[in-house]
C-alpha cells in the first residue's frame, strides 16, 4: 500500500458508519415477513458518504466487493459497512504497529516523483494497474524528452542515448547538458551514466511491460519501477538542450 493518511481514512470511515446506520423496520400489523431495514438518514446522503468511502476501501480491502462475507440480510449497503468496521480494524492495527515499532526505514511517497511521471499515471494506479501505470510513465518521459528536443525521428533509449552524447551537437541532434564541459571526469561520467540509465530503463523496463501484459506487478515493485523513471525525469527537465551552431 502506498503511503496514505491513516487517521484521515479511519475518521472518513467512521463518519460514515454513522451516516450509513440502518434501522429494523418489523412486520406491520397482521403482516409476516416484510420486515427490513432502512437508513436513518437520506439515501442521497448515504450515497454521496460512499463515493470517498469506495476509494478507500479499494487500498485498503482491494477485494471487498466480492469477499465472501456473511451476508446482512435486508441491510442496504450492508457491504460497505462490513468493509468499513474490517478497514477500520486493519488500519488502526497498522497504524499502532507503526507508531510502537517502526520500521526504521523511510518510505517513498508517490506523489513527490517528478510530475511528468506521477502526473501521468495517477488514475491508473488508484484503480490497481500498476504495469500499465509504469508504461504510461515511460511513454510520458519519452514525450516530454521528444518536445524539448524537437525530435521525432527517434524516441525513448535511442533519442536519449543520442541525447545525452558526450559527442559535440550535430544538426538534427542536440544534446542534453546536466553541466558545463570543463574536460574533467565529471562531466562525462555524468552523461555516460545518463545515457546507459536511459537504455537500461527502456530496455529492462519498459520493453517488458509491453510484452507481458497478462502478468500485473506488485504495487511495490512497479513503485520502484516509477522511481528509476522519476530519476530520468528530472535529468531531461534539468538539463539544458545544446545545438549545433
Not at 57 to 70: K, N, T, Y
Not at 172 to 182: I, Q, S
Not at 189 to 196: E, F, M, Q, V
Not at 229 to 235: G, Q
Request: with cysteine; aromatic share 8%; charged share 25%.
Amino acid at each position: 500500500m502506498t503511503q496514505m493518511n491513516k487517521e484521515w481514512a479511519i475518521e472518513k470511515l467512521r463518519a460514515f458508519l454513522v451516516t450509513a446506520k440502518v434501522t429494523y423496520v418489523p412486520d406491520a400489523p397482521n403482516t409476516i415477513g416484510f420486515w427490513g431495514y432502512k437508513f436513518d438518514r437520506s439515501k442521497a446522503e448515504v450515497q454521496a458518504a460512499a463515493q470517498i468511502v469506495e476509494q478507500i476501501l479499494d487500498r485498503v480491502l482491494p477485494d471487498w466487493r466480492s469477499a465472501e462475507w456473511e451476508e446482512a440480510k435486508r441491510q442496504p449497503m450492508w457491504r460497505h459497512r462490513e468493509a468499513a468496521h474490517r478497514a477500520i480494524a486493519l488500519l488502526e492495527a497498522e497504524q499502532e504497529l507503526q507508531e510502537n515499532l517502526g520500521s526504521g526505514a523511510p518510505q517513498l511517497d508517490a506523489s513527490t516523483l517528478h510530475s511528468w511521471v506521477w502526473g501521468s499515471v495517477q488514475g491508473l494506479w488508484s484503480s490497481g494497474h500498476f504495469r500499465e501505470a509504469v508504461g504510461a510513465a515511460a511513454r510520458a518521459v519519452n514525450a516530454q524528452a521528444q518536445a524539448k528536443l524537437e525530435r521525432r525521428d527517434a524516441s525513448e533509449a535511442k533519442l536519449l542515448s543520442d541525447a545525452f552524447s558526450t559527442n559535440p551537437p550535430t544538426p538534427g541532434h542536440p544534446r542534453l547538458r546536466l553541466c558545463e564541459n570543463d574536460g574533467g571526469d565529471t562531466f562525462k561520467n555524468r552523461h555516460d551514466g545518463a545515457g546507459n540509465f536511459a537504455r537500461g530503463v527502456y530496455a529492462a523496463i519498459r520493453n517488458p511491460i509491453a510484452h507481458e501484459e497478462d502478468e500485473e506487478l506488485e504495487e511495490n515493485e512497479a513503485l520502484e519501477q516509477l522511481a528509476a523513471f522519476s530519476i530520468l525525469a528530472r535529468w531531461v527537465d534539468s538539463a539544458a538542450v545544446v545545438k549545433a551552431s
